[in-house]
């Protein structure tokens, strides 16, 4: 995706389910977690390992799934953001698509073509390779939406 095409997606879809969320704040998958909360977007945390503990962000649950996050919260998912390896991105990519996602996001390292095009043939856009929170902070200047 194009810069254009990746704000217009991060402008318009404001809850992110994040697959692969540690609740350890030391780790990647919490950190750009929480920029993006404290940023104005609805985060989801999942992970199946934590399920039903406390994320560390104001009192947000970790789910299992995103179909577990979407049913407790009524909640529509925008983006599906990925913190998984490469060869992992399969059942991400499911959980997007039957989530009704608009997009998939694997963060940077993360590269899996046949997956991308399997959500593209679905209607998803797909982001590869880049962090959720350094293309917030490029291209929106890290704006609040709160």
Request: charged share 20%; proline share 4%; glycine share 8%.
């Amino acid at each position: 995706m194009n810069d254009a095409a990746i704000t217009a997606l991060l402008e318009t879809q404001r809850v992110i389910a994040v697959i692969g969320f540690s609740v350890k704040p030391e780790r990647p998958s919490h950190y750009v977690t929480r920029h993006m909360h404290m940023a104005g977007y609805t985060v989801l945390p999942i992970n199946p390992g934590h399920a039903g503990q406390p994320s560390g962000l104001d009192g947000i649950p970790v789910y299992a799934s995103v179909q577990e996050a979407v049913r407790a919260t009524g909640l529509s998912v925008g983006i599906v953001n990925v913190f998984r390896r490469s060869e992992e991105v399969e059942s991400a990519v499911t959980e997007a698509i039957r989530a009704g996602a608009a997009a998939v996001w694997f963060q940077q390292g993360i590269v899996n073509d046949a997956e991308a095009a399997r959500a593209r043939a679905a209607g998803l856009s797909v982001v590869q390779d880049r962090c959720i929170k350094i293309e917030h902070l490029r291209l929106l200047n890290g704006r609040s939406f709160a």
